[in-house]
């Protein structure tokens, strides 16, 4: 069974960056191309990234697109998500994402496996 786990999240003000972390277990972590959803309070889960399962595709949300970077280490079953330039609207729970695509999906209804997520809080 695939199991997700993220970290990195925290309480940060405006302009600062974290990377958050996505550990696979449970599976060859190079069969799944790997994404990054987010949710805000009273809000729907959105897309922010995603990853071929190769690394050779990724694409951004326009929302998030020149301030964050989605990337993957095969070798660690780690997925990375660079986040720079945070804003205060970029505050949400963030989830990482795996499905068995060759290239994953932007479609939250897509997915079949879900970390738990961690929380990113900016503060103005």
């Known amino acids: 069974q695939v199991q997700l786990a993220e970290s990195g999240g925290g309480l940060v003000q405006a302009g600062d960056s974290l990377r ?3 550990a696979l277990s449970g599976r060859t ?4 191309a790997m ?3 987010r949710q805000a309070p009273g809000k729907e889960r959105e897309f ?3 990853i071929s399962r190769s690394g ?4 951004h949300a326009d929302s998030v697109k020149g301030r964050f ?3 993957r280490e095969n070798a660690k079953n780690t997925a990375y998500l660079q986040m720079n330039d945070l804003k205060p609207e970029d505050t949400a729970v963030y989830y990482c994402a795996a499905d068995m695509s060759a290239y994953g999906s932007s479609r939250a209804d897509d ?5 738990k997520g961690t929380l990113v809080t900016v503060s103005s």
């Open 20 to 22: 958050l972390s996505c």
């Open 29 to 32: 972590f190079s069969f799944y």
């Open 35 to 37: 994404g990054w959803f």
């Open 48 to 50: 922010v990234a995603r």
């Open 56 to 59: 050779m595709s990724i694409w």
């Open 69 to 71: 970077t989605i990337g």
């Open 111 to 115: 997915i079949p496996y879900w970390g």
